[in-house]
């Protein structure tokens, strides 16, 4: 199965300005167990890429993530093909960008309650933002969002960006 997988993504080319691409070129191993299949992962980082940029750009729910500047700010670094649709707000036009220049006042607000509530726990927290959509029509979004600390085997580090997913209520 592991085989199969890394042969069906061996097709992939840039993606958002990230390569990614598993080799296709070399015989493709075969793995007797899970920690075999992690262990290859973790030494190969052209399949470590590939997952982190898959998972995400294939999640079939809203996702994104924010960079954390001093303030706190919060500014979009990338959301995933389904937030687009979800939201008609295109990638280009969010990437870079804080949420007050994208969204109305109060979806930011919002928005920002439950970013500052994860840098506040440190922790995963689950919440629902209000969104005023583009057509008008106000939206409640069931989400999970997490921090990316700057050292991710030390929880006491930095928090360097605010990870989230989510989904309209009653979706």
């Not at 919002?110 to 509530?117: I, Q």
């Not at 085997?153 to 989904?167: K, L, M, P, Q, S």
Request: hydrophobic share 40%.
């Amino acid at each position: 199965m592991v085989h199969a997988l890394l042969a069906d993504h061996a097709h992939l080319r840039s993606r958002g300005g990230l390569f990614v691409m598993a080799s296709s070129d070399r015989e493709q191993p075969s793995f007797s167990d899970q920690a075999e299949v992690v262990a290859f992962a973790l030494k190969d980082p052209r399949i470590a890429i590939l997952g982190r940029t898959l998972f995400m750009e294939y999640l079939p729910v809203p996702a994104w993530v924010k960079m954390v500047q001093p303030g706190p700010r919060f500014v979009m670094l990338r959301i995933n093909p389904a937030y687009e649709v979800a939201t008609g707000i295109p990638a280009s036009e969010y990437a870079g960008h804080l949420d007050a220049e994208v969204w109305d006042g109060p979806s930011t607000s919002s928005f920002e309650a439950t970013d500052r509530e994860v840098l506040e726990k440190r922790t995963a927290c689950r919440g629902i933002d209000v969104a005023t959509m583009q057509d008008g029509s106000v939206v409640r979004w069931c989400n999970w969002k997490w921090p990316m600390f700057e050292r991710p085997d030390d929880r006491d580090d930095r928090i360097v960006a605010i990870c989230g997913f989510g989904e309209r209520e009653n979706a």
